[in-house]
């Protein structure tokens, strides 16, 4: 089991034509500062508002609003959106990938999702680190959904639960060899969701409508194994989408998925 502790302050490919041009339409969601949406925060740059008091004080007791117990085992980073927290862990026990909602006041679990059931098998050459897990990815969230990335099955798949906890739908990445195991985070821009799969047999990056999960635009990646996540970033008034790994430093544009 794992335990989520909860402060008394929260500090918080090929390219394909576009599926969709109601992708363009949209803007990226922001979020008050108390909210934490995606893997590493709004900002993407792991600060948090400068206008918030965190705890400088810690121990078993001192600052703990909470503690729960969490079944199975996940190393993503907890999500803050609103007055809930949603967590990825994987049960090995069930065969199970879930994704957690908890209430950010309380710590009561509200629901849970099994995004995948069964597909724990490795069926390649190599086995996973056993320090790594099936739950390794951080969730995102649009402000009407929440999207999370699963190793499952021999392939990567990024789904989009609804905040009632339903699955509104599931896209393949790509088939996917394990090295050490997988920890990709989704990332969210306008009208898409963007999330990799780099692996030794070959992976991809592809990015999706994030309300339907159609492939807007997809790059093929080099056969290598790589762990990062895509980031967001602007560099002179241009936004970026920035990929380290796979002994490269990729920069595309986030609409099309062309090399800039």
């Known amino acids: 089991m794992q335990r989520i502790i909860v402060p008394a302050i929260l500090v918080a490919f090929y390219v394909f034509p576009f599926a969709c041009s109601h992708s363009w339409g949209q803007e990226t ?4 500062s108390t909210d934490w949406p995606w893997w590493r925060g709004q900002s993407r740059d792991g600060t948090a508002s400068a206008d918030q008091q965190p705890p400088i004080k810690w121990s078993e007791t001192d600052n703990v609003v909470w503690k729960v117990a969490i079944p199975g085992r996940g190393h993503g980073s907890a999500m803050l959106f609103g007055d809930r927290v949603y967590l990825a862990t994987a049960d090995d026990n069930r065969k199970a990938q879930l994704l957690l909602c908890i209430d950010r006041a309380s710590g009561k679990q509200v629901w849970e ?3 995948h059931q069964g597909g ?3 069926t390649g050459p190599r086995k996973a680190n056993q320090k790594a897990s099936w739950a390794s990815s951080t969730p995102a969230t ?6 999370i990335n699963f190793f499952n099955d021999g392939a990567v798949y990024t789904s989009a639960i609804s905040l009632k906890g339903g699955i509104l739908w599931q896209q393949r990445l790509s088939d996917y060899v394990i090295h050490q195991g997988y920890g990709s ?10 999330a990799s799969a780099d692996n030794k047999g070959g992976g991809a990056i592809v990015a999706m409508n994030r309300e339907t999960g159609d492939v807007v635009w997809r790059r093929s990646r080099p056969e290598k194994p790589n762990y990062a996540s895509p980031a967001i970033v602007t560099v002179d008034g241009k936004d970026q989408l920035v990929f380290t790994g796979c002994d490269l430093v990729t920069s595309l544009d986030p609409m099309t998925g062309k090399e800039l």
């Not at 649009?142 to 999207?147: E, I, K, S």
């Not at 985070?185 to 963007?194: D, E, F, Q, R, W």
């Open 142 to 147: 649009d402000g009407t959904r929440l999207f």
């Open 29 to 32: 969601p922001s979020f008050p």
């Open 185 to 194: 985070s989704p990332a969210i821009y306008k009208g898409l969701v963007i």
């Open 113 to 115: 999702c099994v995004v």
């Open 120 to 122: 724990f098998e490795n």
